[in-house]
């Protein structure tokens, strides 16, 4: 069939919306059609040329959600008029990682998917005959996308999918590192550096997990008030002397748990030196830039720190995404404030501009 996507053809250079092939789904794979699709920073990090492992032509796109349009051979888990959310970190339920409940990273289509490829290799997307390949898994910044069904959880019908598609990456990346990867117990203190989708997640999700004492930290105010609609008790403005500050509100042992969303490495530095000796665990979320080392004092690990790093918040997509959602329609998580502009395809450079200029934490391209 015939679709619209948003080509990445020259990394530093706007995605260029063109008329594209999309093949029919091959066994284990679904064809959506796109409701609506997040625009996250590893789109503009691929698109920018900064990702070292990225790839064109190619199109874009990873926080989607649609409707199940047709399966393919073998599908057993997905109908037609299903609702969907995309997970460019997929859930096979069979592999040793998906067996096991210390992590979320499933084995089964890592490398051909890391190549821009399906599971069996090829693509389904093409253009005058040349393949095009597909991104994370996904290419959800198209009207129609081809993705294997362990890469889609189903999601209640009742989830408006223009909200839903913030679960695809961000949102579930922060609640995730506070549910599953920290545990936070309840009544505990909390650190959460940086206020973008990812930090506020992991606000949301720290509060949900009953803690007592949630401190935000960022550098825009306006951010940090979204944070305190999310259930932060305590607001400090970021920078060198960011570890002080808590420490005087949290106590000078510090927090029992800390979580990094920012990318930055001084400031995963801040994360771990929060974290309180004895039992303190410092969750890393962000994606640092290519060379970059996260330097610890080794004094901070043998007075019992720990440090976790956490890829989609550890969640297992199939199973919890869903629930996730479920959490969401039941008033437990409120997602409007994410949401601050809509645009259409068309428009999908220009979410890339918002993005850079910090307007808003998501914008969200409406397929019509
Ligand atoms: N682990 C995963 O699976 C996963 C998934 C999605 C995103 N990420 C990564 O998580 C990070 C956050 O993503 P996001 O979408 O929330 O980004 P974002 O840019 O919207 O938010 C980052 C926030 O950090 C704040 N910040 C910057 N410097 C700071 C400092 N010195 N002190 C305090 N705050 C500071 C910024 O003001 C901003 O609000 C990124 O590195 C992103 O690549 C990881
Ligand atoms: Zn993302
Ligand atoms: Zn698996």
Redesign the pocket.
């Known amino acids: 069939m015939k679709i619209r996507g948003a080509v990445l053809e020259r990394f530093g250079q706007p995605l260029e919306v063109q008329e594209l092939e999309l093949a029919e789904p091959r066994a284990g794979e679904v064809l959506v059609r796109l409701v609506a699709c997040g625009v ?3 789109d503009l990090f691929t698109a920018s040329g900064s990702d070292p492992s990225g790839y064109a032509p190619a199109v874009l796109g990873h926080e989607g959600a649609g409707v199940v349009e047709a399966v393919g051979e073998g599908v057993r888990d997905l109908a037609v008029g299903d609702h969907v959310v995309t997970l460019f970190s997929p859930q096979c339920r069979e592999c040793e990682h998906c067996l096991d409940p210390r992590t979320n990273l499933c084995m089964a289509i890592r490398e051909q998917q890391g190549l821009g490829h399906l599971p069996d290799g090829t693509t389904r997307l093409s253009r005058n005959g040349e393949p095009v390949r597909h991104f994370m898994g996904c290419s959800t910044f198209a009207e129609y996308t081809v993705m294997p069904e362990i890469a889609l959880a189903r999601v209640s019908p009742e989830a408006p999918l223009d909200r839903a598609c913030l679960f695809a ?2 949102l579930s ?1 922060g609640l995730g590192a506070a549910m599953n990867t920290a545990r936070v117990a309840a009544g505990s203190s909390c650190v959460v ?7 506020l997640g992991a606000v949301a999700g720290c509060r949900l997990q009953g803690a007592e004492r949630i401190v935000c ?4 105010e306006e ?1 940090l008030e979204l944070a305190r609609g999310q259930g932060a008790t305590d607001l400090v403005v ?2 060198p002397d ?1 570890v002080e500050r808590v420490l005087e509100l949290v106590g000078q042992l510090g927090a029992d748990y800390t979580f990094e ?4 490495v ?2 995963m530095r801040q994360a771990v030196e929060s974290a309180r000796m004895g039992w303190g665990l410092a969750t890393v ?3 640092a830039g290519k060379g970059e080392a996260l330097e610890v004092v080794p004094r901070f690990l043998i007075t019992g720190r720990r440090v976790a790093g ?3 918040g550890g969640v297992k997509g199939r199973d919890q995404v869903p629930e996730l959602v479920e959490r969401w329609l039941g008033g437990e998580i409120d997602v409007e404030p994410f949401v601050s502009h809509s645009l259409s395809l068309d428009e999908v450079n220009r979410g890339f501009e918002l993005m850079e200029a ?1 307007d808003g ?1 998501r914008s969200v391209i409406a397929f019509g």
């Open positions: 996250c920073h590893t990456c961000g990346t550096f940086g206020a973008g989708m990812v930090g930290v960022d550098l825009s951010r970021g920078g960011a969303a920012t990318g930055n001084a400031v979320c962000g994606v956490s890829s989609f910090q934490i």
